[in-house]
Each structure stands twice: as C-alpha cells, then as structure tokens.
C-alpha cells in the first residue's frame, strides 16, 4: 500500500487540515500517515481557539521514523505555523526524498487578497522557499501574489496573466504549479497548471457556485495529492480533485441546515470513490 505523509495542524473541529486529509487521501486506498505541528480547538477563523504547539516533537519524531527506515510515497505540507515549522518541513524534504516520490507544497497562508490572521510578507517569502524545494505546489492566486511579491488581481485577467504568473511561480523552483480559484468566464471556475519539466499547461473547469466555505483548498489538496500519488497522472488528478472539491460544495447546499464552517465533504466521498474506479 502507498503511504502518504502530510504535515499540518489538527483543528478539532472546523474541517480543515488533518481532519480533512486523512479521510480523503484514506479514500484512495493510500495511507495516511500525519505529523500534526499542533492542535487548536478549532481553526483559526473561530474566536478565542485554543492552541499548543507541536513543533519540538516534530524532529524526535522523524528520527524515530529514520531509525525505523520509514519512507513516504508523497510528503504533503497544508498550513503550517511558524518559521521553524517551514525550516522542519524543509528539513523532512532533504530527509525523505527520493527519485521516485512527491512533493506537495499547499502554501495555506492567505485568501481573497489578504494573509490569514498572525501571517506576514516574510513568512510567505519563508514559504516560497519552502514551495522552492517542491515538484508542485498550489497555491490560490492571493499566495502567488505574496509569493511573487505581485499585485493580487482577482478577476479581469486573462490566460497570458495566468500562464506567466504559473511560469513565475516554477521559478521559484518547484516542477509544477497548480493555481487554484483560476475564473475566466462567468459561471466557470477551476485551476491551471504549468509542468516546467515538460513545458506544458494544463487546465481544468467546474461550475462557480456562488458561495465560499471554508476548508475547500485543503478538500482539494488532499484530493490532488492522493490522486496524483495513485495515478502520477497530473491532467487527471486536476480533474479528479476539482469535481470532488465541486461535489462537496453541491452536496452541502442541498443541506438546508449546513453550517459556513465545514463543507460536507464526507457525504460525497462515495462520488471520489466511484471517480477512481
Ligand atoms: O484551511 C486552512 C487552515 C488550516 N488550519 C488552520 C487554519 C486554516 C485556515 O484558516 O486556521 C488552523
């Protein structure tokens, strides 16, 4: 069986981060295993979270895992809370890499042309390092934009925008970007992707439901890494990832009692199931 590592926070509640990778990339058939860098009561968009850092357990943990000749199919990275916390992730890229596994950086830090409570230009320039050492990265277009430090553009661009913003972000030098709430029509969203290594673009579109929740970038990153771990197909882990991300969306709407916080992903992972058979 395929083992995928992912490095994030646990959010008791609010569906994000671990709470969501573990049953998604478990839905693939791959395992899971999870370095949590520390547990909140609820993810940070809740007031008055508690929190405790995990971040001196996290090299004891890897040198337990080296001793045990422990590896990984994938080393996926979501939110991540510190400076040091990058500095370890980047440290468990040296460690665990090899010719034949992936790394997935998902700089969880920022949304809708603003950083995330508690984050700053210099952790983004961290992250970008971080994503520097990865082969894909997926990034929404604010992370880009901090990133690459560029102006954040939400809409009214065009494919030439995207395609050199993908290209900005490969230099960083990661192989593959993935940039994620990417809308050139009305009605349609998706992601683009550039593969520096082949010099190939890649896009992919779903219906633009008019409604954000939360948690839906760590759905579809999960989603991307156990599907590009399993099939090492990127056009279609982008399709893969961006219809389950969409069915999760459709399936808690049809919910009248739904709450903003948690997408109801759990109710369509029959429909992930059925689009890996
Ligand atoms: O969904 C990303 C995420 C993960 N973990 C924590 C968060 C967030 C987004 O705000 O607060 C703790």
């Known amino acids: 069986m395929k083992r995928i590592l992912t490095i994030q926070d646990i959010s008791c509640v609010g569906k994000c981060s671990l709470?969501?990778?573990?049953?998604?990339?478990?839905a693939f058939g791959i395992e899971t295993a999870v370095l949590p860098t520390a547990v909140l009561s609820t993810h940070t968009m809740f007031k008055g979270f508690t929190f405790r850092d995990l971040t001196n357990d996290m090299r004891p943990i890897s040198e337990h895992w080296?001793?045990?000749?422990i590896g990984f199919d994938a080393l996926y990275t979501g939110y991540l809370g510190s400076f040091e916390q990058i500095q370890i992730c980047s440290e468990y890229f040296d460690d665990y890499k090899t010719n034949d596994n992936l790394i997935i950086v998902d700089p969880v830090m920022a949304d809708n042309g603003k950083l995330y409570p508690g984050f700053t230009q210099?952790?983004?320039?961290?992250?970008?390092?971080?994503c520097g050492k990865a082969d894909i990265i997926v990034p929404n277009l604010t992370?880009?934009?901090f990133m690459l430090h560029e102006e954040y553009v939400s809409e009214g661009y065009d494919e030439q925008y995207i395609k050199d913003k993908l290209k900005s972000l490969c230099k960083l030098g990661c192989k593959v970007a993935v940039l994620t709430g990417v809308s050139f029509e009305k009605g349609k969203l998706g992601v683009y992707a550039y593969d520096s290594s082949a010099d190939k673009y890649y896009s992919?579109?779903?219906v633009h439901l008019p409604v954000s929740f939360h948690g839906t970038g760590d759905i579809f990153a999960s989603a991307l890494c156990g599907a590009l771990t399993k099939f090492n197909d990127l056009e279609k882990a982008l399709k893969i990832a961006v219809d389950?991300?969409?069915?999760?969306?459709?399936?808690?709407?049809?919910?009248p009692n739904h709450v903003t916080y948690g997408v109801e992903f759990e109710n369509a992972l029959p429909f992930l199931i059925e689009s890996i058979k």
């Open 244 to 255: 389950y991300t969409v069915e999760s969306i459709k399936v808690t709407l049809d919910n």
């Open 204 to 206: 992919y579109y779903n």
């Open 66 to 69: 080296k001793n045990e000749k």
């Open 122 to 130: 210099e952790f983004a320039d961290n992250m970008a390092k971080l």
């Open 143 to 145: 992370e880009a934009s």
């Open 19 to 26: 709470t969501v990778a573990l049953p998604i990339i478990s």
